[in-house]
């Protein structure tokens, strides 16, 4: 990362500018599966942010040590260490979350969001705006799936927070809840998203080539492209 | 130089037909089956078809002015989708859940994607299948044909699919009492759908497009064709299993109406009969092996997505074009 952010503008940037769900679209599989409701979707929010700044910060503390080619294996094991933390965390003192949540939770250990911030940001950059950084794309992850897991719920099982709402609740639209209804929401989000950001002079989330890619520096295809110009 | 040679863009040769021509032309073939299903489930299918109706115009105009595109309510589409949405529908459907059909059918699917010969899948059918999975009850309320569907608790019953899926081996003599006789299948005089229960009204409206030359008969006829084919051999050769399959559920309509929907299906006779076989395949595997009693309007999505890879299979040559493989050969020869 040549460029200097301040720490506020890492702050933000996962908000809406580089929302990880919404924008670059990562860790799509929890998105759509822990948002039928909003209670395990600001669960499964909160989990992946705790383990994402965590691991943010130690993989950035470490890396000078970590060798380049065993980076890989290396996050994953600092990434299921904090994912074993919160699922105990989570089994011992939130039960019914864990219930809700069930093989997502141990799944944030692929969560690309993470994976992807470790290789992309936390690698290259020092400790303090690692953890600022981890922190923005959790608090960017979270309201994304607030967002969804409140829209699936009110119309899909008629509740908020369990709380029911009259006339929604007698006749909920079950698609809403049902996987298609998750596509359909997470569809129109993005384009709400993309649309925000496109009226604050961002550029429209795209296929820009490799540089946004965190794989880019081992990849194939980017060094052919190198090679050629 | 007494006259200018004009040079203009193609298309040169322009017909007299217009997509509101068309539209109108359909919404002819529609009014037999809508007459039979008031008849058979009184003024609330008139009810039901006009809330339709109004609600898909009013959609499209607002959701063509919202995208700041030419307002397209006057080429009809709009209209034929609420008819055929509502024809989708119990009877008995809360109007309110049949606007929310509508929402999908018009903006979901047509306007998101660009309007009218945009859409990839069929408009009323994605409508109806969502419907479907979000108010299952309320979508297998079969009203019974002649009792009142206003009523909250209007008198249903199992619809002829329901127990044709219960029948062994084609043996349609054992479910006895349960399933209504041939003449009233080919009348409608049985429970299901408002708009598909009465298969002569819809057979004729299908003639009558096919003599306008608004659809093509390719594909009604190999995807009624091939139900008959599979339902025969699944039916060890029964035919009165043959007759109830074909009259029964939403194969007539959907054959006609919806498979053979200009966006959604494929341009050449070649991918047209592609289509059609896909959609008698699908229809008759839900039927005979699947969960659910009725398979029309799933196998008519399904192929409606493979659409465009249907195409690219059927492009024409070029007139005097060899094969790539061919054009090798010869250039080594040579």
């Known amino acids: 990362m040549a460029e200097k952010k301040s720490l506020g503008k890492e702050l933000t940037k996962g908000i809406i500018a580089e929302n990880p769900v919404l924008r670059l679209v990562l860790g799509t599989c929890p998105t759509l599966a822990t948002t039928t409701s909003v209670e395990s979707a600001i669960g499964m929010g909160l989990a992946a942010s705790v383990v994402l700044i965590c691991s943010n910060v130690v993989i950035s503390a470490l890396r000078k040590v970590i060798p380049d080619k065993v980076r890989i294996p290396a996050y994953i094991v600092i990434i299921a260490s904090f994912v074993t933390i919160v699922q105990m965390v989570v089994k011992a003192f939130l039960p019914s979350l864990d219930e809700q949540l069930g093989v997502y939770l141990p799944l944030i250990v692929v969560n690309c969001i993470i994976l992807g911030r470790a290789e992309a940001f936390a690698s290259k950059n020092p400790v303090l705006a690692s953890a600022v950084d981890g922190l923005g794309m959790g608090i960017g992850f979270t309201a994304a799936l607030f967002l969804m897991g409140a829209v699936r719920e009110v119309f899909g099982a008629g509740t908020f927070l369990g709380n029911s709402i009259p006339f929604l609740s007698e006749n909920p639209m079950l698609i809403f809840i049902l996987p298609p209804g998750g596509f359909f929401v997470f569809g129109v989000l993005m384009a709400a998203v993309n649309k925000l950001a496109e009226s604050k002079g961002k550029k429209r989330a795209e296929l820009r080539g490799c540089e946004a890619c965190p794989m880019a520096q081992n990849c194939a295809l980017n060094k052919k492209e190198v090679a050629e110009s | ?334």
């Open chain 2, 1 to 334: 130089m007494a006259k200018k040679l004009t040079v203009s863009a193609s298309p040169h040769v322009r017909s007299n037909e217009t997509t509101t021509g068309i539209m109108l032309d359909v919404i002819i073939a529609l009014m037999p089956a809508l007459v039979m299903s008031v008849v058979y489930f009184g003024l609330r299918a008139l009810t039901l078809t006009v809330v339709c109706v109004c609600s898909c115009v009013i959609f499209e105009a607002l959701s063509r002015k919202i995208m700041k595109r030419p307002n397209t309510v006057g080429d009809l589409s709009a209209v034929v989708t609420g008819i055929i949405l509502a024809f989708n529908l119990p009877a008995s459907m809360p109007l309110w859940m049949a606007v929310i059909g509508c929402l999908v059918a018009i903006v979901v699917v047509k306007q998101m994607f660009g309007g009218i010969g945009q859409n990839f899948v069929n408009p009323a059918m994605t409508a109806r299948i969502i419907l479907m999975t979000s108010f299952p009850t309320a979508m297998a309320k079969w009203v019974v044909p002649f009792t009142s569907a206003w009523h909250p608790d209007a008198v249903t019953a199992a619809t002829p699919m329901a127990v044709l899926a219960g029948v062994q081996g084609g043996d349609v003599s054992a479910a006895g009492d349960a399933l209504p006789t041939l003449t009233q299948m080919l009348l409608g005089a049985h429970g299901g759908s408002m708009g598909e229960v009465c298969s002569i009204a819809l057979i004729c409206g299908g003639l009558y497009l096919m003599l306008r030359k608004v659809i093509s008969p390719v594909i009604p006829f190999t995807f009624i064709g091939t139900v008959a084919v599979i339902m025969l051999f699944a039916g060890s050769f029964n035919l009165e299993f043959v007759a109830y399959q074909l009259l029964g559920g939403g194969l007539m309509l959907g054959a006609f109406f919806m498979a053979t929907d200009y966006s959604t299906s494929p341009i050449n006779k070649k991918g047209k009969i592609i289509f059609g076989i896909g959609c008698g395949l699908i229809t008759s595997l839900i039927r005979l092996f699947g969960s659910l009693p009725e398979g029309v309007s799933f196998s008519i999505i399904l192929m409606n997505i493979l659409v465009p890879h249907i195409e690219n299979m059927t492009t024409p040559k070029p007139f005097g074009e060899i094969k790539e493989k061919k054009a090798k050969k010869e250039a080594n020869k040579a």
